[in-house]
């Protein structure tokens, strides 16, 4: 008996000898099956943002998950908007104050392109493309391979920090741990949809949030390398619609071909004349207001692994853009990109005609220093100054005589992009803490290639804000067959655990 008390007394010890990174990390071992339950209850629900009904499950759900586990939550609400799920947790004692960002909504999808249906999360041995096959979920007290994927929407952006962080809070709920800093915590419900609400969100209740630190947006993936990143930015992001006209019909393509102007064709030379070959915009002027990098920006860079060879390979290209440049380095200028091509069809339902209108997407990604409206001018300069008279709206019958060359012109709402100085002194302890999460030194990037609404919180707020992701960088976000790695998963567990106790 005595033994058997000294021996209790012993493990209890030892259990109270680890660190709260420990403590995450064998609470998440014992507990994998039961958090891979929860992530798939969650993704179950659509999450839409124009889906009003099932947006506002999420948000319930979110809400009630983050309630047990002893954090004052609330939903802020504004008329035609998806909720702002916020909570708190104080801490007596805590000296400062961490502000943590995710969003439950995701992309639209199209179900026809999916292996399975995007809201039910389905079970793989590893990626489909790569020999994977579907698995049934496990059972209680059986083992979970890390190297397992969940596919559905919003496995891998945004909904796994969710999960992550609901676990990390029960490993230090059930050892009595307490994060060293007070928490708030905000969950967009339209960040997909370019968070058109947030900024009034933010303003409304600004009282909320003016005593936090630093804001954690965990959202995006790690390193190609699979490697653990903190990033101190991200793009920010511009869109606009261009359409060529034609003749007022489609016409014969053989009865008018060589004589009726083409649309898809004067399209083309369009797009053709804004990059050269070796990708640089020659549009003028669209590289003068980028900000310059500071002397660490530049350590950090030259700090970054070289990987660029694996990258090609694994996506199937014999070359990029920039002349060797390297991908970081690239992220790190403003991108114009066509996102999306229409003019008559392909393949079976190509017909013989000329198409009597022709419509580019553009994607213009942008960095510190750029105005969403001004670079936006400056592509549509471009376009007049190739000999086209730009409209709003699709031309009248007058305007169609008047002009031999016409392009309609439509904007969507952009917004800037934002980046923290790499100086700041609290990301010394939040990198030190991902490295103890994961067992490895993490990387520090200026920048990620996505776009985030950070500038909300730099700009509106004045706070500084660092990017913490978890997933995968392989994930196919914002496209069909989206799935998570869940070791990516666990890591997340650990580094939040890592982050909120870090000392």
């Known amino acids: 008996m005595r033994r058997a008390t000294i021996l209790l007394l012993t493990l209890a010890a030892i259990a109270s000898a680890q660190t709260p990174v420990e403590t995450a990390r064998t609470y998440r071992q014992a507990h994998e099956v039961e958090i891979l339950q929860q992530f798939a209850e969650l993704l179950r629900i659509p999450n839409v943002a124009r889906d009003t009904v099932n947006i506002q499950r999420n948000a319930d759900y979110v809400a009630a998950e983050f309630a047990k586990r002893g954090v004052k939550t609330q939903l802020l609400s504004s008329y035609g908007a998806p909720p702002l799920v916020f909570g708190e947790l104080n801490v007596p004692g805590a000296t400062r104050t961490l502000g943590i960002y995710a969003h439950y909504d ?51 952006d945004d909904k796994a920090p969710i999960v992550a962080l609901l676990a990390a809070l029960d490993a230090f709920n059930q050892k009595g741990i307490k994060p060293t800093a007070n928490l708030k915590f905000l969950f967009d419900g339209e960040e997909e949809a370019g968070s058109p609400h947030l900024g009034a969100y933010l303003t409304t209740h600004r009282d909320k949030f003016a005593d936090v630190d630093v804001w954690l947006f965990c959202d995006g993936p790690v390193h190609q390398s699979r490697k653990p990143q903190l990033l101190f930015g991200a793009r920010g992001d511009a869109h606009m619609d261009v359409t060529i006209y034609g003749a007022n019909r489609p016409l014969h393509s053989g009865h008018y071909g060589n004589w009726a102007p083409v649309p898809a064709m004067e399209l083309a030379q369009l797009l053709a004349s804004m990059k050269d070959q070796n990708g640089k915009v020659i549009i003028e002027e669209f590289y003068d207001s980028v900000a310059p990098l500071g002397d660490e920006e530049r350590a950090a860079l030259a700090k970054m692994p070289n990987y660029e060879d694996e990258l090609k390979t694994e996506l199937g290209l014999a070359w990029t853009e920039g002349q060797g440049e390297t991908l970081p380095e690239r992220l790190l200028l403003p991108a114009l990109t066509v996102r999306g091509l229409s003019s008559g069809h392909t393949g079976a339902l190509a017909t013989n005609i000329i198409p009597n209108t022709a419509t580019a997407a553009l994607d213009v990604r942008l960095v510190k220093g750029n105005d969403p409206e001004k670079m936006l001018d400056l592509v549509e300069r471009h376009i007049r100054q190739r000999g086209f008279h730009v409209v709003p709206e699709d031309p009248d019958e007058e305007t169609r005589q008047q002009h031999p060359k016409i392009a309609k012109v439509t904007r969507s709402r952009g917004y800037p992009a934002a980046r923290t100085e790499m100086s700041l002194p609290i990301a010394k302890d939040i990198a030190a803490a991902m490295t103890e999460a994961a067992g490895e030194e993490v990387l520090l990037v200026p920048t990620m290639g996505g776009s985030l609404p950070l500038y909300l919180f730099t700009d509106l707020l004045g706070k500084p804000v660092l990017l913490l992701p978890i997933a995968n960088h392989d994930n196919n976000q914002h496209a069909e067959n989206e799935s998570l790695r869940l070791a990516n998963l666990w890591y997340g567990v650990d580094a939040f655990a890592a982050v909120m106790a870090m000392e």
Do not use: C, N
């Open 106 to 156: 995701g992309q639209p999808v199209d179900p026809s392109q999916w292996l399975q249906s995007p809201w039910e999360p389905t079970l793989w041995t590893a990626r489909h493309d790569e020999g994977g096959h579907a698995i049934e979920f496990p059972e209680p007290g059986e083992k979970v391979d890390p190297e397992w994927r969940l596919y559905a929407r919003s496995a891998g």
